[in-house]
């Protein structure tokens, strides 16, 4: 058992992890990303349900929590083919690229002010090739600098 | 010893208004849009904190968040995290925020009590259903960020919905809490009912005490499996069908659209 408190505190964690999920599935257009705020969504309810469980004393709650994660992971499993199809077929993972299927009386989404270039080149983590003997100083090739 | 006994108190208007507030436009500047620059981004930033702060301070109101360091510690992570996943540009970044909200969310479960599930999340989402997501994001991402990953479907009214949402399932848990006192309504559970025994002892959290001795002694996952395989065993047959039939769908789903694909270069297409 858990106090009130305790029991309140995690169901305010839930819930903000819930409407997180819920903007993120509204806004993103990345199909994976859609994904995850989906799944964000669901720790949200695991959270409150686990919540609910300790402060009542009852085992229901988690079971729950388990099948959740039980179906989740199937849902991973057939969705990410689906996008992985949807991939092949149009190359890209954007949710509009599908707007063909809308319903007849909804507008079309234009793309109006796409961002400008990529004006921000990530920076990835690079390492050295191993095995490569540096360039030296032929004059210098006898001493050592550090041992 | 105990803030159980503390009234909860209704979160005050005006601060739960000004959380509400700061989220909303926290998410808007933080969301990918076409016209962001580095002020906006974070102008957001600061608004984001600002909400964090506001919402914890509710929570204090309705509890008292600032007892439990570990419960902070955790939740922070958990929500900090969460917001990372929904507005970062780069979707393998977003996936990374994930797998740190579900750390997050790990250790809120392993503070209410819930061991197994704790150790659960961490294995079954974070070492195979994000591994699994990772692995789609590397077969199917495009050199460089892409176009629709740098803009959002309605950013702002989006935004404005999950604050007000928020916001009125703050509203709803304060009632709650204020509505239920916590020490003479508790809903006695099957076990404690059968025992006959409603001591109600309250203690710390993370090392439940357990109402009836019987029941929370230590051994969350013994009785999680006695439960999970006792009463609920025909729930498990079907979730092992349910994962049998996902796996073989995918299969199928798979074979298939290679199948079309060979049959659409065999006819020339």
């Known amino acids: ?26 806004t993103r257009r990345n199909l994976i990303v859609m994904f995850l705020c989906a799944e964000l969504m669901l720790q949200g309810v695991s959270v409150t349900l686990v919540a609910w469980s300790r402060y009542h004393g009852d085992w229901g709650g988690q079971v729950l929590v388990v099948f959740v994660l039980t179906v989740a992971a199937c849902e991973a499993a057939v969705a990410l083919v689906f996008v992985l199809q949807a991939f092949a077929r149009t190359g890209r993972l954007d949710a509009s ?51 | 010893m105990d803030p159980v006994t503390s009234p909860a108190v209704v979160p005050s208007g005006l601060l739960l208004a000004g959380s509400v507030a700061a989220l909303a436009g926290a998410l808007w500047l933080l969301l990918p849009k076409a016209s962001d620059t580095v002020g906006s981004r974070r102008i957001g930033f600061l608004l984001g904190a600002l909400a964090l702060v506001g919402f914890a301070a509710t929570g204090r109101t309705l509890g008292c968040v600032g007892e439990d360091a570990v419960f902070l510690t955790v939740a922070g992570i958990a929500v900090v995290s969460g917001l990372a996943t929904i507005v970062t540009r780069s979707p393998v970044y977003s996936a990374i925020w994930f797998a740190m909200a579900l750390a997050g969310v790990s250790g809120v479960l392993l503070v209410l009590g819930a061991q197994f599930l ?51 399932l703050t509203l709803s848990i304060g009632r709650l809490s204020a509505a239920e006192p916590p020490a003479c309504c508790r809903m006695p559970s099957r076990a404690q009912a059968a025992a006959g025994s409603t001591a109600d002892t309250g203690g710390s959290s993370i090392a439940p005490a357990g109402v009836d001795g019987v029941k929370d002694d230590g051994d969350e996952v013994a009785h999680l499996g006695a439960e999970l395989f006792g009463r609920h065993l025909f729930a498990v047959e079907v979730a092992g069908v349910l994962l049998l039939v996902a796996l073989v769908g995918a299969i199928a789903v798979v074979s298939r659209g290679e199948a079309t694909e060979t049959d659409h270069r065999r006819e020339g297409r």
């Not at chain 1, 408190?5 to 839930?14: I, P, R, Y």
């Open chain 1, 97 to 147: 690229a599908w707007q063909a299927l809308r319903e007849e009386n909804l507008p079309r989404v234009i793309d109006r002010e796409l961002p400008a270039g990529d004006n921000v080149v990530p920076t990835w983590p690079s390492l050295s090739p191993a095995g490569v003997t540096p360039p030296g100083d032929e004059s210098r090739a006898l001493e050592r600098d550090h041992v």
């Open chain 2, 118 to 168: 704790g150790v659960a999340t961490i294995v079954v989402y974070a070492g195979a259903i994000l591994v699994m997501f990772l692995f789609v994001l590397m077969l199917a991402q495009p050199s460089g960020m892409a176009p629709y990953d740098r803009v959002s479907n309605e950013p702002m009214l989006a935004a404005a919905a999950g604050a007000v949402l928020l916001g009125l």
């Open chain 1, 1 to 26: 058992m858990i106090p009130a408190t305790l029991l309140t505190n995690a169901l305010l964690v839930g819930a903000v992890l819930f409407c997180l999920g819920l903007v993120g599935i509204l």
